[in-house]
């Protein structure tokens, strides 16, 4: 269920449950962790060798490799363990979605927010934005291409 070499299953159990028809995602945590998570686990995405989890509480915690920042929390060095993405305050959250090196979420006012890798524009950010980036970084409405 996933590489273990970059720690992309962390520590974490991951079951899924099916309920009509849409996939439910409940996470126990067990070992080290940096940060704690203690609220209950909404949704779950994965990227080539990076997992996210948003919580009931909109809080989103990454772990597993993150050479282009994928996790969100403003570095680029590798986690075994979830760390909470820095996210504005006051987000709040209905959908996380992960690429193979990046990380969106969609907010319930519709604007979208996206970290990681860009080198194929894949954020959203337009044309001379950066090869990547470490933070959550709103997605203009629109963009001249």
């Known amino acids: 269920m996933g590489n273990q070499q970059f720690k992309r299953l962390g520590s974490a159990l991951i079951a899924l449950v099916l309920s ?25 995405v994965a ?23 994928q996790l969100g929390n403003g570095g680029t060095s590798k986690v ?14 209905v959908a996380i979605g992960a690429g193979a090196q990046h990380t969106c979420v969609v907010r319930k006012d519709g604007t979208v ?5 860009n080198k194929k524009l894949q954020l959203g950010l ?12 709103l997605v203009p409405a629109s963009l001249p291409y």
């Open 20 to 44: 009509a028809g849409l996939a439910t995602a409940q996470m126990t945590i067990t070992g080290t962790v940096t940060g704690t998570v203690v609220d209950p686990t909404a949704q779950v």
């Open 47 to 69: 990227g080539a060798k990076h997992t996210c989890a948003r919580t009931t509480a909109q809080t989103v915690y990454c772990w597993g490799q993150n050479d282009q920042g």
């Open 80 to 93: 075994a363990g979830p760390v909470q993405v820095q996210l504005p305050t006051g987000v709040d959250l």
């Open 113 to 117: 927010w996206c970290w990681g890798s």
């Open 126 to 137: 337009g044309v001379g934005s950066p090869a990547a980036v470490a933070t959550p970084t």
